[in-house]
């Protein structure tokens, strides 16, 4: 992974998959003060932590939650299972965009809880990343031999 891995590529991946199995549910990024649709997802970054796992290597860690909630509710848990197994299945991958490039994503720790009418689907995508020190470590070098010189 480069340094341009930002969580910002990682939200937008995980929106375009929730938004490519849901096409007919919207899905938000951001708070949203007026004109709620319902049904709808909410998609943000729960936790985020970045550490050093051994010299210039780092782990990412980014749990992304994945807020949903139904419009009916008289079958209110039915729909809640069926869009939670969805979930799993298109959060397993993701497809993120940075540095000119693509890279697939495997999504791990995957679970919900129910809250009072909706849930949160909670998935990680970790990663490991090195940055490379670009400083030279040595400018120009002069060579004076004692023998020439004499």
Same mark, same amino acid.
């Given at each position: ?8 590529? @990682? ?9 490519? !199995? %849901? #096409? #007919? ?13 319902? $049904? ?6 729960? =936790? *985020?932590?970045?550490?050093? =796992?051994? +010299? ?12 949903? @909630? $139904? ?9 809640? #299972? ?18 000119? +490039? !693509?890279?697939?994503?495997? +999504? ?8 009072? +009418? =909706? ?8 990663? %490991?990343?090195?940055?490379? #020190? !670009?400083?030279?470590?040595? !400018?120009? *070098? ?9």
């Amino acid at each position: 992974m480069e340094n341009s891995m930002e969580i910002k590529n @990682i939200i937008k991946a995980v929106s375009a998959a929730v938004n490519g !199995e %849901f #096409d #007919d549910i919207t899905v938000y990024n951001e708070k949203v003060e007026q004109g709620l649709r319902l $049904p709808c997802f909410f998609v943000y970054c729960k =936790y *985020l932590s970045r550490n050093r =796992y051994r +010299g210039q290597r780092f782990i990412a860690k980014n749990e992304i939650c994945i807020q949903y @909630i $139904p419009s009916d509710s008289q079958r209110e848990n039915e729909i809640i #299972d069926d869009t939670v197994q969805r979930l799993y299945e298109c959060t397993r991958y993701i497809t993120v965009y940075c540095g000119g +490039g !693509e890279m697939l994503l495997d +999504g791990t720790n995957a679970h919900y809880e129910k809250k009072d +009418g =909706y849930i949160n689907f909670y998935v990680n995508y970790d990663i %490991f990343y090195r940055i490379v #020190d !670009e400083t030279a470590l040595m !400018e120009d *070098l002069t060579v004076i031999n004692k023998e020439e010189s004499a």
